[in-house]
């Protein structure tokens, strides 16, 4: 069964740091476009970041630029968000989805465009609250 688990949520104060976990069961993560979307009620979703497992690339969304990091560890078939000076404005509910890495996917990466992309899998989500 193909599935993808976040983890490592919880509650932290602001200045913070935390890391969460995007594990994937039942397929190679390798070769993967993923993306870390976080999402609060009533609003659309932000997608915060999102790395390529083919070559290490990665982008991130203005917002979280320079506190956040995305990197893979293929070895255990994980991506990993590391969140640092973590603020209020970052408390939503976080989640991670990923498709297989296309040229296409890289064009959409680069455009920022990733809320627009269909992707094959998506994980449950795990809560980040930040406390002030």
């Known amino acids: 069964e193909v599935q993808l688990q976040a983890s490592g949520g919880g509650l932290v104060q602001a200045g913070g740091s935390l890391r969460l976990s995007c594990a994937a069961s039942?397929?190679?993560?390798?070769?993967?476009?993923v993306v870390w979307f976080r999402q609060t009620p009533g609003k659309e979703r932000e997608g915060v970041g999102t790395?390529?497992?083919?070559?290490?690339?990665?982008y991130y969304a203005d917002s979280v630029k320079g506190r956040f990091t995305i990197y893979s560890d293929n070895a255990k078939n994980t991506v990993y968000l590391q969140m640092n000076s973590l603020k209020s404005e970052d408390t939503a509910t976080y989640y991670c989805?990923?498709?297989?890495?296309?040229?296409?996917?890289?064009?959409?990466?680069?455009?920022?465009?990733?809320?627009?992309?269909?992707?094959?899998?998506r994980g449950q989500g795990t809560q980040v609250t930040v406390s002030s």
């Open positions: 989805v990923a498709s297989p890495w296309s040229y296409r996917w890289q064009v959409v990466a680069r455009g920022g465009l990733w809320s627009a992309y269909e992707y094959d899998y």
């Open positions: 039942g397929f190679i993560f390798e070769n993967h476009a």
């Open positions: 790395i390529s497992t083919r070559d290490g690339t990665t």
